[in-house]
Structure formats: structure tokens, C-alpha cells
């Protein structure tokens, strides 16, 4: 079984950066598309960011396009979202999620139910 688990977040001033890892366990990583998600309070859950098992495609949300970037390391098994340019608008509890037979788009779009969700990461945006 696929285990995730977040860190990364914090209390970060406008402007700044953080850099979120979602880290697994399980043999059977190298077949997951990864995405993170975000849910603010009072909102629904988002899609953030998703990259596939090959690395070769990723999505990004047009609300945080040129500002945040997916990426893994299939070595330490480990996603990262590294965002920068942060706003207040940014602040969520962010979660990363595990899902096979899906493309990164629609893995995003939360058409179907993810495999795997980890537990979520604070992330602050406040001055």
C-alpha cells in the first residue's frame, strides 16, 4: 500500500517561497501520477499541480502558472511542489495524492477518486 506523506509548510510572508515534499512508501510509486491539491477554509478542494509516473507530463493550474513547479525524484521517491511569488490567496492546507490510469489533467481536475491522499500541510501567506 501507497503511504504520502507532506511537509514543507509554513508561515510565509507575501512574495516569498516555500518548497512542499511529498514523500511515499510503498514498491509501487514508480506507477502513481502525484498531484497536489489545496483546500482553503470554507472552499472546496482544488487541484494545484499533477505530474505522471514517467515525469514526462505535468499540469499546472492557471492560478498558480509561473509561480509554482511540480517535480519528482523517483531515486528518493519523493514529489515537490516548489512555490514561489506566494500570495495570501495561497494559503490552504495542501495535500498530495496518488492516482494510476488517469492523465495528469484530469487527475487535476479531480474527475475520479484519488488512490491515496496524505494527511496535508499548512501552508500561511501573511505579513
Known amino acids: 500500500q501507497l503511504q504520502l506523506v507532506e511537509s514543507g509548510g509554513g508561515l510565509v510572508q507575501p512574495g516569498g517561497s516555500l518548497r512542499l515534499s511529498c514523500t511515499t512508501s510503498?514498491?509501487?510509486?514508480?506507477?502513481?501520477?502525484i498531484g497536489w491539491f489545496r483546500q482553503a477554509p470554507g472552499k472546496e478542494r482544488e487541484g494545484v499541480s499533477c505530474?505522471?509516473?514517467?515525469?514526462?507530463?505535468?499540469h499546472v493550474a492557471d492560478y498558480v502558472k509561473g509561480r509554482f513547479t511540480i517535480s519528482r525524484d523517483d531515486a528518493k521517491n519523493t514529489v515537490y511542489l516548489q512555490m514561489s511569488s506566494l500570495k495570501p490567496g495561497d494559503t490552504a492546507v495542501y495535500y498530495c495524492?496518488?492516482?494510476?490510469?488517469?492523465?495528469?489533467?484530469?487527475?487535476?481536475?479531480?474527475?475520479?477518486?484519488?488512490?491515496?491522499w496524505g494527511k496535508g500541510t499548512l501552508v500561511t501567506v501573511s505579513s
Open positions: 505530474i505522471s509516473w514517467s515525469a514526462v507530463s505535468t
Open positions: 510503498g514498491f509501487s510509486f514508480y506507477y502513481y501520477n
Open positions: 495524492a496518488a492516482l494510476s490510469g488517469s492523465t495528469v489533467e484530469d487527475m487535476c481536475a479531480m474527475r475520479q477518486a484519488m488512490d491515496y
